[in-house]
Structures are given as structure tokens and as C-alpha cells.
């Protein structure tokens, strides 16, 4: 068709098109500002940002620099030096030490990829996003995860979180933008690298499997495929440990430990005996062990006492809302889609545990979705509920720009 024959409709939605990609353009350039400008202004997030990125230097250079935490019969003891850190799965700080390899080896070199990969993370939104909605409605969401004060955060420390949060929203853009044998292979592929970086992706795999088993097709397709998720997932998750299956020469330190929490080679017992003891020390830490200051206690902002180099933000209008959202919803006899509830209901588990509020980064994204769809499906004459999102928005802009570091 010929420009003189393009019609005024046609025009109306390559000019609608134009506008929306020209919108999500500058999300995403916000995004990237907030997230990288004055990297390497602050002091290293202590202690999980300093020994994430000793973890990484070990992973991909040998430097046995670090320390490690000794958990046994109900006793925490620090172990130096001790690399490995055994408290999280390794991928997450193989990548900090890989962006600190590219990147250089200063506080930006190491942030700089989880930067740019918390940015990446405005368009996956947008993308889910415009399957549930229009191309208008989608960038609310994506412009929540553009400016969240938590994800912002997260995407500026050397920490796992953001690795964990990344491959767990490309699962599931994947799962809802491939079929066939890669709509199968992919989701668990990615969900596997996801709790490969920290195990709060196991969240994000409760969504997933669900999903699948509940989303509809034949009984054998319900029960194959999740099988083949948790396969793929599971085999992706071992063999991150690749490292500590062929470590180098075995250190001891301090008072003996089991072999185990030692340094490599370790045997596929070691591997097993080992997230037990993950299991172990994480239920003393967020069920047993010490009370962290939380989202009850502040529902609206946190930032992590005794650490002003390195506060953390979280900002949870977008949790709070999709409550009433949803009861109105109901009244109006809309039907969100099972996709975007399991994620939200998922996101939100970390409230019934002890622990910090980054937990619920996986929920922001989630019940951003919500809200958008929400608004946007909501069946009343008044409209006025539509305002919602933007009302969102802009107190996150306010909040976000009070509580900046001065």
C-alpha cells in the first residue's frame, strides 16, 4: 500500500505505534539513568555485597580471598578465609565476578551488569504485559519496574537478587511468547538459572509449575510438562555448581567442618549433604532466627538500619493496591487472567516469612500486571478507577525522589 493510499486509520495506528515505542524508549533510558549514574558513588553494601563479589572473584579467578558461614547444630560461625559462601547457589556471584572480568575490577565494574540487566527487565514487562492488554496499558507496568525504588536498588548492588529476578520474569516471558518444544525447554531452562542465582526463585517456580498444570490442554500435557520443567530446572541448578564439584585443593580452617562446607572436590553426597544444610540456614534465619525489620513494620518505605552507604527503598503502593483492585474487580464480574494471579500470589509468600523486604522483588513486577489489567478490564460506568495507575505512579515518583541519598 502506497502512502497515498494509506487510510486515515491506518495512520491513527502507526501514529498510536510511533507514540508507544517513543514512550517505551524513554522508560527505558530512565531506567538506565537511575540505575548506573553514580554507580561507584557508594561503599560496598556490607556484608552481602563484599562477599558476593569475593564469591565471584573465586568462581572465576581462584582468589581465595573471601569467607564463608559454618552452620552447625543451631551454631553460625564465620570461616576465614573461606571463598565459597555456601549460603546461596553460586551463579548469581559467578556473574558478579564475570562483570567485574569484563566490566573492571571497581565497584561499577561489578554493579554494571546487574544494572544493565535490571534495565532489560522494562522491556520484559512491557512484553508480558501487552499480551494481557494494549500497547497503552503495558507501559504502565514497565514504567513501575522503571522506577520501583527497590528494583532500583537492587539493580545497583553486587547481589544475587537482581540475576534471581531477571531470569525469573524472562521465564515467563518466554513461556507466553514460544510454543512447541522451546515453549517447553525454554521456561525451564531459565527457571533453573534463576534459582541457580538465589533460591528465591523457587517462588517464581511455584507460578510456573501451577500454571502449567492449571492453564489448561490435555491431562498428559498437564502432567508432562511440568515433569520436564522440574527436570530441565533441576539439572540446570546442578550443574551451576560445576565449581564445587571440581574445586581446587581442599582448605581448612578454623575448627573442623564437615567436608562438605569445605572447599572442593566434592562428591554428589557433598552435594546433597550441603542443601540440606542450605535448607538448615536459611529456616534459622527467616523462621527461627532473628526478627528483621519488614514490611509490616513500614509498609510503605524500608531502608536497612546502620547502612547509610547502601540503603535499600521499597515502595509498596503497587502490593497495597491490587487488593481493593481486586475486590473491585469482583464486583465488576471481571476475570483476571490465572497467568498474572499466580504470579502476584506467589510474589507475595515472602510476607508469611522472616526477612528483608527485597524478598518481594518478584512481586512488584507481578502485581504491576495486576493493577494494570485491573484498570484497564474494570466493567463500571465509572471510570475514575482507571486513575489508579497513574495516582501509583506518581507517588512513587515522589517517594523515590525524597528519599534519594543526599
Keep these: 500500500m502506497s502512502d497515498s493510499e494509506t487510510t486515515p486509520r491506518h495512520r491513527r495506528l502507526d501514529s498510536r505505534s510511533q507514540q508507544v515505542a517513543l514512550l517505551l524508549l524513554s522508560l527505558v533510558l530512565i531506567g538506565a539513568a537511575l540505575r548506573t549514574v553514580d554507580l561507584g558513588s557508594r561503599g560496598y553494601f556490607v556484608p552481602d555485597e563484599d562477599l558476593s563479589i569475593k564469591a565471584g572473584n573465586y568462581y572465576v579467578l581462584g582468589n581465595a580471598t573471601g569467607y564463608g558461614l559454618k552452620f552447625v547444630n543451631g551454631s553460625l560461625v564465620l570461616m576465614w578465609p573461606h571463598p565459597y559462601n ?95 518444544v522451546v515453549g517447553v525447554v525454554a521456561p525451564g531452562l531459565l ?52 565449581e564445587y564439584f571440581i574445586g581446587g585443593p581442599v582448605y581448612q580452617i578454623g575448627s573442623p567442618a564437615p567436608s562438605y562446607l569445605l572447599l572442593g572436590p566434592h562428591t554428589l553426597s557433598d552435594f546433597i549433604q550441603l542443601q540440606v544444610w542450605m535448607a538448615e540456614f536459611n529456616s534459622y534465619w527467616h523462621v527461627a532466627g532473628p526478627s528483621y525489620g519488614y514490611v509490616f513494620r513500614s509498609p510503605l518505605t524500608y531502608v536497612l538500619p546502620g547502612v547509610s552507604s547502601a540503603p535499600v527503598y ?85 517517594l523515590f525522589l525524597s528519599y534519594l541519598p543526599k
Design 86 to 180: 555456601f549460603e546461596h547457589p553460586p551463579l548469581g556471584k559467578v556473574l558478579i565476578g564475570l562483570s567485574g572480568l569484563a566490566l573492571g575490577h571497581t565497584a561499577v565494574g561489578y554493579r554494571l551488569l546487574g544494572a544493565l540487566l535490571g534495565t532489560v527487565l522494562i522491556i520484559l514487562v512491557f512484553l508480558i504485559a501487552r499480551r494481557f492488554m494494549s500497547d497503552s496499558w503495558a507501559l504502565f507496568p514497565a514504567a513501575v519496574v522503571a522506577t520501583d525504588p527497590l528494583l532500583v536498588q537492587l539493580s545497583r548492588v553486587a547481589t544475587p537478587d537482581i540475576y534471581f529476578l531477571f531470569f525469573a520474569v524472562l521465564t515467563f516471558a518466554a513461556l507466553i511468547h514460544f510454543k512447541g
Design 191 to 242: 527457571m533453573g538459572l534463576s534459582i541457580a542465582s538465589k533460591w528465591l526463585g523457587f517462588y517464581a517456580l511455584l507460578a510456573l509449575v501451577l500454571y502449567q498444570i492449571f492453564s489448561g490442554g490435555s491431562t498428559a500435557r498437564r502432567v508432562l510438562v511440568p515433569i520436564v520443567t522440574l527436570v530441565i530446572a533441576a539439572g540446570v541448578y546442578v550443574a551451576s555448581y560445576f
Design 314 to 398: 521499597a515502595f509498596d503502593i503497587a502490593l497495597f493496591t491490587s487488593v481493593p483492585l481486586a475486590a473491585l474487580a469482583y464486583l465488576s464480574r471481571t476475570k483476571p487472567p490465572s497467568f498474572l494471579v499466580l504470579w502476584s500470589l506467589a510474589g507475595l509468600i515472602p510476607l508469611f516469612n522472616q526477612g528483608f523486604v527485597w524478598y518481594l522483588a518478584f512481586e512488584i513486577p507481578g502485581a504491576a500486571l495486576v493493577i494494570a489489567w485491573f484498570a484497564s478490564n474494570f466493567q463500571t460506568e465509572t471510570r475514575v478507577v482507571r486513575l489508579i495507575p497513574l495516582l501509583v505512579l506518581i507517588a512513587e515518583g515522589f
